[in-house]
């Protein structure tokens, strides 16, 4: 097999080669290493290789779905025994793991060859994948502009051709938002579908959930037949999906009703080319047969953005004390960690407990809206991929953050209210560009971002589709659906599937 090859071929596809002894786990790592090299001086999606991990596993018997795949973990609540979890910090850089997480045993089992570590921002807190301790990571479509956060890393790693399909996680938008961002499909799903262990027993507050970005949807449904299921110690069982879901999209989804909006939900500008994006998914739907019209969950979206941010936080500083608490100097973590730290340590137990409460309306407001309507259909980002630096707290406030916090005087404004309007801006900034994810993590909804539209300007804008809890089977079957009427697989940049690729072939 060449590179070509490689490129052509979907992970499921890899793994039916290895099985007919077309080609071998061995030449499929030294492609995906090679592409790798040519791809990493560009991107920077891989902050750790783990070649020798990789070489180990090959000389094992393997036997699985997907054995003999390439294949990267996010460095990010997927610990891989013996080696640090950095989180994208130079805090927790030392800080090994004793086990694997049981995702990524799981991903081990069904036969992926794991060689690396992608790239994200630290602690995984922001849409763009900026971390000083590993730089950051651009957009293979342009590396002007951020692949995305926070699994941006997994997100260019795919979209430059070096894996057919990365592991990411999504706490509030961090699988969907790097897929919509470099022209992938990224599906969240439901709350409590895949383990958290042992690490984690739900990882903030059930917000989080482990799945893949992928270049084909049957490899995202096959790895989630992979992944999915409760591990012994897990805070709550989920029912079993009752279908397999590399079934379940071999099949179309029945007639659905979709409702739609683009309008944002916390009151902030929507780009044309966002409306743009839903307003050609809306035709292609209506082509496809399904019935279509705008429509929203009666839900106060500035009220789920405030209740985002307060179980952001205050995840933040329990994060920050525990890995002090482990030997992690302080002064190691970045400025933003910093004071979204102190300001987490600055809310009551009561004003977190009240927002984490709210979760509960919106989930209910959700599901009225999900007895009428089969999908929610809004812009995954409310702009194209940004460019690097965009939307980022100014200088002067940088500094006086960083001056109120050295000096320990940003907890204490902060609980006396003087910080209010200064923090309030700069959580709205940083939303600004994603108000439309987070919906699904507070709800525990499953979501996905499908890449139906490109930017005048040549940068992919996926839409997002948000479905009923555990349903993820007809999110599945919607996105199989799309992708053979507007097929994306063979759409890579230029550089990555051109002669330049091609001279390397063997």
């Given at each position: 097999?060449?590179?070509?090859?490689?490129?052509?071929?979907?992970?499921?596809?890899?793994?039916?080669?290895?099985?007919?002894?077309?080609?071998?786990?061995?030449?499929?790592?030294?492609?995906?290493?090679?592409?790798?090299?040519?791809?990493?001086?560009?991107?920077?999606?891989?902050?750790?290789?783990?070649?020798?991990?990789?070489?180990?596993?090959?000389?094992?018997?393997?036997?699985?779905?997907?054995?003999?795949?390439?294949?990267?973990?996010?460095?990010?609540?997927?610990?891989?025994?013996?080696?640090?979890?950095?989180?994208?910090?130079?805090?927790?850089?030392?800080?090994?793991?004793?086990?694997?997480?049981?995702?990524?045993?799981?991903?081990?089992?069904?036969?992926?060859?794991?060689?690396?570590?992608?790239?994200?921002?630290?602690?995984?807190?922001?849409?763009?994948?900026?971390?000083?301790?590993?730089?950051?990571?651009?957009?293979?479509?342009?590396?002007?502009?951020?692949?995305?956060?926070?699994?941006?890393?997994?997100?260019?790693?795919?979209?430059?051709?070096?894996?057919?399909?990365?592991?990411?996680?999504?706490?509030?938008?961090?699988?969907?938002?790097?897929?919509?961002?470099?022209?992938?499909?990224?599906?969240?799903?439901?709350?409590?579908?895949?383990?958290?262990?042992?690490?984690?027993?739900?990882?903030?507050?059930?917000?989080?959930?482990?799945?893949?970005?992928?270049?084909?949807?049957?490899?995202?449904?096959?790895?989630?037949?992979?992944?999915?299921?409760?591990?012994?110690?897990?805070?709550?069982?989920?029912?079993?999906?009752?279908?397999?879901?590399?079934?379940?999209?071999?099949?179309?989804?029945?007639?659905?009703?979709?409702?739609?909006?683009?309008?944002?939900?916390?009151?902030?500008?929507?780009?044309?080319?966002?409306?743009?994006?839903?307003?050609?998914?809306?035709?292609?739907?209506?082509?496809?047969?399904?019935?279509?019209?705008?429509?929203?969950?009666?839900?106060?979206?500035?009220?789920?953005?405030?209740?985002?941010?307060?179980?952001?936080?205050?995840?933040?500083?329990?994060?920050?004390?525990?890995?002090?608490?482990?030997?992690?100097?302080?002064?190691?973590?970045?400025?933003?960690?910093?004071?979204?730290?102190?300001?987490?340590?600055?809310?009551?137990?009561?004003?977190?407990?009240?927002?984490?409460?709210?979760?509960?309306?919106?989930?209910?407001?959700?599901?009225?809206?999900?007895?009428?309507?089969?999908?929610?259909?809004?812009?995954?980002?409310?702009?194209?991929?940004?460019?690097?630096?965009?939307?980022?707290?100014?200088t002067a406030e940088q500094t006086l953050l960083d001056m109120l916090d050295r000096i320990g005087l940003l907890g204490m404004l902060t609980r006396w209210g003087a910080l209010d309007g200064m923090i309030d801006k700069i959580a709205r900034d940083?939303?600004?560009?994603?108000?439309?994810?987070?919906?699904?993590?507070?709800?525990?909804?499953?979501?996905?971002?499908?890449?139906?539209?490109?930017?005048?300007?040549?940068?992919?804008?996926?839409?997002?589709?948000?479905?009923?809890?555990?349903?993820?089977?007809?999110?599945?079957?919607?996105?199989?659906?799309?992708?053979?009427?507007?097929?994306?697989?063979?759409?890579?940049?230029?550089?990555?599937?051109?002669?330049?690729?091609?001279?390397?072939?063997?």
């Amino acid at each position: 097999m060449n590179v070509q090859d490689y490129l052509q071929r979907d992970a499921t596809a890899l793994a039916e080669a290895v099985k007919k002894g077309e080609t071998s786990a061995a030449e499929l790592l030294q492609l995906a290493l090679a592409q790798n090299a040519r791809a990493q001086p560009r991107t920077n999606a891989i902050c750790a290789l783990m070649e020798r991990e990789a070489r180990a596993q090959l000389a094992k018997p393997a036997a699985g779905p997907f054995t003999g795949v390439p294949f990267l973990i996010k460095d990010c609540a997927q610990d891989y025994a013996g080696l640090p979890t950095a989180y994208g910090s130079k805090a927790l850089s030392r800080v090994v793991a004793g086990d694997h997480a049981h995702v990524v045993r799981r991903y081990l089992a069904a036969g992926l060859v794991i060689f690396g570590k992608t790239n994200l921002p630290e602690l995984a807190l922001k849409g763009v994948s900026d971390s000083r301790a590993f730089g950051r990571v651009n957009n293979p479509w342009n590396g002007a502009h951020t692949p995305g956060g926070s699994s941006g890393g997994a997100a260019a790693a795919v979209a430059s051709g070096v894996v057919p399909m990365a592991a990411g996680n999504d706490g509030g938008g961090s699988i969907r938002i790097p897929a919509a961002c470099c022209g992938l499909f990224g599906l969240k799903p439901s709350r409590g579908l895949i383990s958290s262990g042992p690490g984690f027993g739900e990882y903030w507050y059930g917000a989080s959930s482990e799945g893949v970005i992928s270049r084909s949807v049957r490899d995202t449904a096959l790895a989630l037949d992979v992944i999915a299921g409760a591990e012994p110690g897990d805070p709550f069982l989920v029912a079993e999906p009752g279908t397999v879901f590399a079934n379940a999209v071999t099949r179309d989804p029945p007639r659905l009703r979709i409702g739609f909006s683009t309008v944002s939900p916390i009151g902030t500008e929507v780009h044309q080319e966002a409306k743009l994006a839903v307003e050609h998914a809306v035709k292609l739907l209506q082509g496809l047969g399904h019935e279509v019209e705008e429509a929203t969950p009666d839900i106060d979206g500035a009220a789920l953005a405030t209740s985002f941010l307060h179980v952001y936080f205050g995840q933040v500083a329990a994060f920050v004390a525990d890995a002090r608490s482990k030997g992690a100097k302080g002064e190691d973590f970045e400025l933003l960690t910093r004071v979204l730290a102190t300001l987490g340590g600055a809310i009551s137990a009561g004003a977190l407990t009240t927002q984490l409460l709210k979760w509960n309306v919106f989930a209910r407001a959700l599901a009225r809206f999900h007895a009428r309507y089969d999908l929610l259909l809004t812009p995954t980002l409310a702009h194209p991929p940004i460019r690097h630096g965009q939307g980022d707290p100014s200088t002067a406030e940088q500094t006086l953050l960083d001056m109120l916090d050295r000096i320990g005087l940003l907890g204490m404004l902060t609980r006396w209210g003087a910080l209010d309007g200064m923090i309030d801006k700069i959580a709205r900034d940083s939303l600004q560009y994603v108000p439309f994810t987070q919906l699904a993590n507070l709800t525990g909804t499953p979501a996905m971002s499908v890449p139906l539209h490109w930017t005048a300007d040549g940068l992919p804008l996926g839409v997002q589709f948000v479905g009923r809890l555990g349903d993820e089977a007809r999110l599945l079957q919607l996105a199989r659906q799309l992708e053979q009427a507007q097929p994306w697989f063979e759409r890579l940049p230029d550089w990555v599937g051109g002669a330049a690729a091609a001279a390397q072939t063997s």
